[in-house]
């Protein structure tokens, strides 16, 4: 299947290193990021759960639960926190979906229908399960972002578009480049100029269809 923005997401029974879950009672009412990985033991996924792993409270201040995926079992992601736990001064306390079977990883679009998991394999046999996706507690697909496998992913910026999707969904608003808590935001071009105005009080318009205002409060 294609997974793109606004699609449900497919309510899979996991297997992990804290148990087994269906994906939809897990998010339950909350916000949920799920990161996915080709191989244990592999150096810059590594370093990648450790930077989750020291995001705790962020994630936590924001209703944002947090799941890793890898293409390997249970006991090799026990084995591996281990790791992640030296390298990033920080417990990965978020459980692992054991996908070797790889159904998460084609139900998320990552691999193709026909791929499987040879003999002996490096991780190059699954290098495109490198992506995040960020999920609604409506569990509808908001946000997703795939990198190659020599890229270690920027978690400060997967915080920041959650920080701009929170803001946009209760807010009805949209939010321009490089946006972070606190800046101006982008009103809806739907939205009058009278409305917008009171509102938030004042807007600055940029162009005719570009117009800015501070959020109240």
Known sequence: MSLRINDTIP?????????????HDWIGDNW?????????????????????????????????????VSVDGVEDHKKWKGDIEAVGGAKPGFPIIADDGLEVSKAFDMLPAEAY?????TPADSATVRSVFI???????KLSMTYPMT?????????????????????????????????DVVVP??????????????IETKLPYLRMAKLPG
């Open 11 to 23: 309510d899979l029974t996991v297997e992990t290193d804290q148990g087994s879950f269906s994906l």
């Open 32 to 68: 949920a990021i799920l990161f996915s990985h080709p191989k244990d033991f592999t150096p810059v996924c590594t370093t990648e759960f450790g930077a989750v792993a020291q995001l705790a409270d962020e994630w936590e201040k924001r209703g944002v639960k947090v799941i890793g």
């Open 117 to 121: 998991l040879p003999d002996g394999r």
């Open 135 to 141: 999920i609604g507690p409506d569990k509808q697909l």
């Open 151 to 183: 890229i270690g992913r920027n978690f400060a910026e997967v915080l920041r578009a959650v920080d701009a999707l929170q803001t946009s969904a209760k807010e009805n608003i949209a939010t321009p480049a490089n946006w972070v808590p606190g800046q």
């Open 189 to 202: 071009v739907a939205v009058s100029d009278e409305d917008a105005i009171a509102k938030y009080g004042a």
